[in-house]
């Protein structure tokens, strides 16, 4: 039995009264959270480890529901470009240029940026190389739901991609047999749907079916543009969401991401079936559009916040994402209410939890409950000073005022120092790494300027 306890800070706790503690505790024994806010003395062994966190702000580890981990390389590589250049030219190439030892470099190097900012849960966009994507996690200490993204139809994909529904139903029972509940069931599995673009009825079908039989989540790209929703109506005789009901394969376990081409009628369908959201800020500003925040919450749905991958958003960045995600709808509503700090920090805490279906262990600082927690310390010039702890942390704070983060009751970063990895060696090797997958995938870069190579 090991206790930490994490003395005399702010304390947001996110349990169901949403209580925060000014200089305020956490004890933590092994891999769970044992006692918070006011602790009696008698639970704390002699010889517990105390972490002072006098003027700093401890949280729930924030929830990244949709990242995309094997594209972490490729940050850079698709800025100013059309949808169709991004996908064509630039990523498909590269991410079907990966290897599993790629994917792991990939996996490693997404994960330290993760943790940096706050991050102890991801959820896996999904790629190639599960195995590559698991070995990382497990080296690298976050929690993270991982999948593979199956596809049985569609055009244009690169070689490979594209295989049988029997086959896409083998692999991802094959993933879900070796990974689930690995690493102290720090690591899961879900089925990783593409697109309606790249799945038959049939998989979407078989892929609910299978997903509930298991009591796992489901990760599909949802209503993510317009020429989405017009090819499933060409194709299919309706938008996504509602053939999606009318198949059968809207379902609590279905984590429906981007979601920004939805009817009121899509709205109401994933409120009938309690349907996942996770909103990804800056990609929809990128390319998507503004997808109904505010109106899928006022549903009682669970909408969480993802990043998306580096080509699209260029910042695996919680924080970042978090101010955003308030700035946006408030632009879009035309009011300053919109999304307030509270709202924010439910959806990156315990709606990120509740979306993928660990909300039992995961989301708030209550006793029982993982040990994954964030020490935030705001110091900067660009953070202070802070009057109210709460809004401060949506509105003024910095991926660099994280000081220290624990998920399963492990220390993963002290002091802004990453404990699990050589953090300097895995960037060093992914700089070089992403120079040789550029040229693999043939991708050239115009240049911005006119620029004189000197030597
Ligand atoms: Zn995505």
């Known amino acids: 039995m090991a206790q930490t306890l994490i003395r005399n ?57 949709h990242v995309h981990t094997s594209q972490q390389l490729e940050r850079g590589l698709a800025d100013d470009v059309d949808l169709l250049t991004w996908l064509h030219e630039r990523t498909w190439p590269f991410e079907s240029a990966l290897t599993e030892e790629d994917s792991y470099l990939s996996s490693l190097a997404c994960g330290l940026e993760l943790i940096h900012s706050g991050v102890t849960t991801f959820a896996e966009a999904g790629g190639q190389h599960v195995d590559g994507m698991g070995r990382a996690v497990t080296e690298i200490g976050l929690r993270a739901a991982l999948c593979e993204s199956i596809m049985d139809c569609g055009e244009g994909l690169p070689k490979g991609w594209v295989r049988s529904t029997d086959e896409c139903m083998e692999r991802q029972v094959a993933h879900y047999e070796k990974w689930h509940g690995a690493e102290n069931g720090r690591i899961r599995m879900q089925f990783g749907l593409r697109t309606i673009f790249n799945c038959s009825d049939e998989l979407l079908v078989r892929s609910r079916e299978m997903a509930e039989e298991r009591g796992i989540g489901i990760h599909m790209h949802v209503a993510e543009v317009l020429e989405e929703v017009q090819f499933a109506q060409k194709t299919r005789g309706a938008g996504t969401v509602e053939h999606m009901n009318r198949i059968g394969a809207l379902s609590p376990n279905l984590l429906a991401v981007h979601t920004v081409w939805l009817t009121p009628r899509d709205m109401d369908l994933f409120r009938l079936h309690d349907v996942k959201v996770s909103h990804n800020p800056a990609a929809a500003m990128r390319v998507l559009g503004f997808a109904y925040v505010p109106e899928l919450l006022s549903r009682g749905l669970a909408v969480s916040i993802g990043t998306d991958g580096a080509p699209s958003n260029n910042r695996m960045d919680m924080i970042d994402e978090m101010w955003l995600t308030t700035l946006i709808h408030k632009g879009r509503t035309l009011n300053p209410a919109t999304l307030p700090a509270v709202t924010i920090l439910e959806m990156a805490t315990l709606h990120g939890a509740r979306c993928m279906l660990w909300e039992d262990e995961i989301g708030s600082l209550e006793p029982g409950k993982k040990a994954d927690l964030v020490i935030v310390h705001p110091r900067s010039a660009g953070t202070l000073p802070v009057h109210d702890p709460v809004s401060a942390m949506v509105y003024s704070m910095h991926s660099s005022d994280v000081e220290s983060s624990m998920c399963d009751g492990r220390w993963l970063m002290r002091d802004g120092k990453v404990l699990t990895v050589d953090e300097k060696a895995v960037l060093e090797e992914a700089k070089s790494r992403a120079a040789f997958l550029r040229k693999k995938a043939g991708i050239e870069l115009p240049d911005r300027f006119p620029t004189v190579r000197v030597r």
Do not use: H, W, Y
Not at 28 to 49: M, W
């Open 9 to 65: 800070g702010f304390v947001i706790s996110m349990n169901a009264g949403r209580q925060a503690f000014e200089n305020g505790d956490v004890l933590v024994e092994d891999d769970r959270i044992k006692a918070v806010g006011v602790i009696a003395d008698e639970l704390i062994a002699p010889d517990a480890d105390i972490v002072d966190a006098t003027d700093c702000i401890v949280l729930p580890g924030l929830v990244n529901s």
